[in-house]
């Protein structure tokens, strides 16, 4: 069982639907259709969609940036188990890779956990996916919720546990404990 002072969570992929973003800004911006969510089987864009890598680019710019008209997703449960997992912990961290924030921020307090307060949420931005175990032991978090495989090994040789939360980009074989959706990321945490 994982003790929620001791669990912290990416962002992309395990909180916000994110991918779903970018299929939605290819098909109104760029007026590509025929991807699908199934069809993102690997987490570098271009090594599995059949698109020019500019735009592949360009789609990744705006996402950071908060340059588009449609809206960012939750991933069904998250806020739910999130403020279940507040509630029981002194602050709710994440690490994203990210560079900069954008409008993540805001996207946060309004619309994805609008009932939580600014204090009781860290977000922390690396810039780089090889940086989040060296936050993570600063912050003394044992276990890391992520969506990217090859990150979950660097965590592992850290000595942290990761825990893969399963996406299309990531069911190549590993030895991770894996959740499907956030009903099992609750299962796990001891409250
Ligand atoms: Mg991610």
Redesign the pocket.
């Known amino acids: 069982m994982i003790d929620p002072n001791g669990i912290a969570f990416?962002?992309?992929?395990?909180v916000a639907d994110t991918m779903s973003l970018f299929l939605d800004i290819a098909k109104q911006e760029y007026n590509i259709t025929n991807i699908k969510y199934e069809d993102i089987t690997d987490y570098d864009l271009s090594a599995c969609l059949n698109m020019p890598e500019e735009i592949i680019e360009d789609i990744v710019e705006k996402i950071i940036d908060g340059k588009y008209s449609t809206k960012l997703k939750p991933i069904e449960g998250a806020a739910e188990v999130l403020k279940k997992v507040s509630e029981h912990s002194e602050k709710l961290l994440f690490i994203t890779a990210r560079p900069r924030i954008g409008k993540l921020k805001g996207w946060f307090f309004s619309e994805f956990m609008p009932d939580i307060l600014p204090s009781q949420v860290e977000i922390v931005l690396t810039g780089s996916f090889e940086a989040k175990k060296d936050i993570l032991f600063e912050m003394k978090k044992k276990w890391f919720i992520?969506?990217?495989i090859l990150t979950c090994f660097d965590l592992y040789e850290a000595g942290i546990t990761p825990i893969v939360y399963i996406q299309p980009w990531n069911i190549t074989p590993h030895p991770f404990l894996k959740v499907k959706n956030w009903r099992n990321i609750e299962q796990l945490i001891e409250f």
């Open positions: 990416d962002i992309d992929g395990v992520e969506d990217r």
